[in-house]
């Protein structure tokens, strides 16, 4: 029988065990140091390899499906498999399979999510003669770089400007859209009464339309490097200056976010222009196809302060090949079978997302898709992006609850950046 | 003052050497209670006990998964005590619990005590009373989500509106969602606690009812001095459980507010969640975890206190 003390041993033994067990797989460095090899010869090509994507849910995985059943043709050796997960348990679906040892070969993940893991040493580096190659416009690869090399390739944009109510606009005998945040700013406010407030720029994610406001004031949020804060710093003052002032006067709303899977204020004739996503076309073509007509609603890029220009916020989704893959070539023939303008159209046709290049073949889906459309006139202006530092992962979910803070009036701007900085120099300090 | 029962100097029966029974009835008892007890402490031990081992151990390092574990000492734990939103998580816990916990013990034990006669449609009302409780959290999430809804078409501020309030933003205005939230936890924890008391209803000897019918008691006085105290096992029963459970709270948190706005929902569990999966930061989760753990012990016998619980509640 077993001693209390042989019991207490065993117990302890197996934790440590555990741990070590736990801890086996991940022992830093991946299959390759340096960049991944794009041009293995197709009979040089077998295997199975994964792919974990956020993406592609519903009937959209069809579209997926067959992307990935042309590149088995082509390759007849390679066998792929999909994991699918949400978008929210992207990150708990990655640690958990980095913990497990089991990390998918080809990963799909969010614009700004690069430089962490590619830090962590999750993400391959891409060849750079490959990726600009491709060529796609310098504002739509900012996101994808780490340490001056690139470790994506965004495949899926979400890209957000202003939309706008052509009527409301008439009504008030505006017209021209705004071409400074000031003039925004003016509109909004006289759009707003009468049960209607002059700009939604919350409903999105307020966060992210932050950010959008502090490159529109021509800041950043890190330096070039990654390891300073610099979203603290005037730019970032002015922008969430000018959305309390909004607050402020009432021509933004703090409370007017729409539930989830509910029309946005927008869509109800409750705001007269969004600061909205790409993304927002599905919602539009099921709840209000009447916005979707030609015509229907009036767009414009979030214009620049001080001078500056407009500027697009890039969101979406960027494409990886796993650093600890078994079978890096075939994961990377993969994504750039992915990468291809034929599967570029197909996928995002699937999606419901931009395109990162409009040098694509034409499909009624991206075509009639009047947002789509309009982003891709404006790829060159989607250089507001999160990210840009390897400690983002860190800061991003902290950042959102200093921001609404600020906004809900129990912070001042100055203790704000202060929060902001000390947040990110936290973070960064431990790199 | 009360008298010992022995003195120094009666006398004291000598000692006799312990006598181990190896056999016989009582040793047959204990091999087989051991055997009956052997499964379940196999499983507390690995699935309670190595975790909570494992996750200690991973408290004292930096850990991002990524890379191995390097021992950091209880650097982790001083941070905690310098994370403001940790703290902000605990308030808020106390917060839920303090407000919550009573209101619903309340009414659970009302409900319980109403649905206990011989009430025509009893049975509806029981059911309608738990099915808050068997609902997954999820979707009692997701219909309070629309009951809390920002625009018109929510039902509170529908409601609301009828009566000319509003509408009110209960979800993302700092100073409503921590209330909406607790609402949501009466609404949802009143039901197995309104089982707990039924059943303990069950257990009250109905003789001293009839006594005090004699002595003249009405129906306040029977239940403050009869049903009340009688009911203290499983009002200390359903206390810890509750606390325990309140302190686990997440899916509802997770869906209705992700623990905003300005961190004015955020709860434990939520917070260990965020540090471990959208900062990979695993050894101060497993730190946070710890702390969680102890609360939870001092809460269980703080409530064992106040309660009065005993070696058999």
């Known amino acids: 029988m077993l001693s209390r003390r042989s019991l207490l ?85 990655l640690s958990t399979s980095i913990a497990g040892g089991v990390v998918a070969d080809v990963i799909m993940a969010g614009v700004g999510w690069t430089p962490p893991f590619a830090e962590k040493g999750i993400f391959a580096q891409l060849p750079t003669d490959y990726v600009e190659g491709i060529g796609l416009d310098e504002a739509i ?17 979400d890209l957000r400007f202003v939309v706008y109510n052509k009527e409301m606009f008439e009504a008030k005998g505006i017209t021209e859209p705004p071409a400074t945040l000031e003039e925004l700013a003016q509109i909004a406010n006289d759009l707003t009464g009468d049960g209607v407030v002059g700009l939604d720029l919350l409903t999105t994610n307020i966060r992210q339309a932050w950010i959008h406001l502090l490159y529109a004031f021509g800041g950043t949020l890190f330096s070039e490097d990654g390891m300073t804060p610099t979203m603290h710093e005037e730019p970032g003052a002015k922008a969430t200056q000018w959305i309390l002032d909004l607050i402020d006067s009432g021509g933004v709303d703090y409370n007017m976010q729409a539930a989830e899977g509910q029309p946005t204020p927008f869509m109800r004739g409750e705001a ?58 075939a994961a990377a023939a993969l994504v750039q079978h992915f990468m291809d303008p034929a599967m570029l159209a197909q996928g ?53 609850p200093i921001i609404e803070a600020c906004l809900t009036g129990q912070a001042d701007v100055e203790t704000t950046l202060s929060e902001m900085k000390t947040l990110s120099d936290d973070a960064i300090s431990r790199i | 003052m009360t008298a010992s029962t022995t003195s120094p100097s009666a006398p004291v029966a000598a000692p006799t050497a312990p006598h181990r029974r190896r056999s016989g009835p009582r040793a047959a008892e204990a091999r087989w209670g051991l ?77 319980a005590v109403i649905l206990n006669r011989a009430l025509p449609g009893r049975g509806v009302f029981r059911v309608m009373v738990f099915l808050p409780h068997i609902t997954a959290t999820v979707a009692v999430a997701m219909i309070w989500l629309w009951i809390y809804s920002p625009s018109s078409s929510g039902l509170m501020n529908t409601v609301l509106g009828v009566i000319g309030i509003g509408p009110l933003p209960f979800l993302t205005s700092p100073t409503l969602a921590l209330p909406a939230v607790i609402l949501v936890t009466i609404w949802q924890g009143i039901g197995l606690k309104m089982l707990i008391y039924l059943a303990a209803l069950q257990g009250v000897n109905e003789e001293l009812y009839e006594a005090s019918d004699i002595d003249g008691a009405n129906f306040v006085q029977k239940f403050f001095h009869i049903t009340v105290p009688m009911l203290r096992p499983a009002t200390f029963f359903i206390l810890v459980t509750a606390l325990i459970a309140n302190f686990q709270t997440f899916d509802l948190i997770y869906i209705l507010t992700e623990g905003g706005p300005a961190n004015a929902t955020n709860v434990v569990t939520y917070r260990i969640y965020q540090t471990a999966f959208q900062e990979f930061r695993f050894g101060l989760a497993s730190a946070q975890s710890i ?15 106040i309660v009065g619980g005993t070696d058999g509640d």
């Not at chain 2, 702390?291 to 206190?305: A, E, G, N």
Request: hydrophobic content about 45%.
């Open chain 1, 9 to 93: 041993t065993a117990a302890g033994a197996s934790g440590i065990g555990l741990t070590a067990a736990a801890c086996g797989s991940s022992d830093g460095g991946g299959t390759a140091d340096g960049p991944v090899d794009m041009g293995a010869e197709v009979s040089a090509l077998s295997g199975e390899i994964s792919v974990l994507t956020p993406d592609f849910t519903g009937d959209a995985r069809a579209g997926l499906d067959d992307m990935i059943d042309q590149f088995m043709e082509n390759n007849p050796d390679v066998s792929v498999t999909v994991d699918q997960v949400a978008w929210d348990k992207l990150n708990e679906k």
């Open chain 1, 141 to 157: 690869l900012t996101s994808s770089t780490f340490d001056g090399s690139y470790y994506s390739l965004p495949i899926a944009m």
């Open chain 1, 272 to 329: 007269a222009m969004q600061l909205l996503s790409t993304a927002a076309w599905n919602d539009w073509s099921t709840m209000m196809p009447e916005l979707t007509e030609d015509g229907a609603v009036g767009m414009f890029l979030l214009p620049g302060g001080d001078g500056n220009d407009p500027v697009m916020f890039q969101g979406g989704t960027t494409v990886s090949v796993g650093q600890r893959s078994q079978n890096q070539d």
């Open chain 1, 348 to 400: 995002n046709a699937a999606l419901g997302k931009v395109p990162p290049t409009a040098d694509i073949p034409e499909t009624p889906e991206i075509s009639e898709n009047l947002l789509t459309s309009f982003a891709l006139e404006h790829l060159d202006k989607a250089g507001a992006a999160e990210g840009g530092s390897a400690a983002w992962m860190e800061i991003r979910g902290n950042l959102q």
């Open chain 2, 35 to 111: 055997i009956l007890a052997a499964p379940a402490a196999l499983h507390t031990l690995i699935w309670i006990g190595i975790p909570i081992v494992v996750a200690f151990l991973l408290s004292l390092t930096a850990y991002d998964v990524v890379t191995r574990p390097e021992f950091n000492g209880g650097a982790n734990y001083v941070r905690i005590f310098q994370d403001s939103i940790f703290w902000k998580a605990v308030l808020n816990n106390v917060i839920i619990a303090g407000v919550g916990i009573p209101i619903s013990m309340f009414l659970a034990l009302v409900f």
């Open chain 2, 291 to 305: 702390i969680l753990l102890l609360m939870l012990i001092v809460l269980t016998f703080f409530s064992r206190r």
